[in-house]
């Protein structure tokens, strides 16, 4: 086992990826990404997963 590696938390319920129990994501990489059409600076708004996938099928 290597120590070094990162590990992806996350507590997006709504993500297919997203293990609840233990509030880690299970992909082994993710994309960080702006909000569409967004250049303003803001954290919330420029760090975005781009790899989320919503797990409900209604959406």
């Known amino acids: 086992m290597n120590d070094d590696k990162q590990c992806i938390n996350c507590t997006v319920g709504s993500c297919v990826y997203n ?7 299970t992909l082994k990489s993710i994309t960080v990404e702006p909000c569409f059409e967004c250049d303003n600076g803001e954290a919330e708004d420029e760090s975005m997963c781009g790899s989320y996938e919503c797990k409900y099928n209604n959406h």
């Open 19 to 25: 293990n609840e129990e233990v509030k880690k994501c």
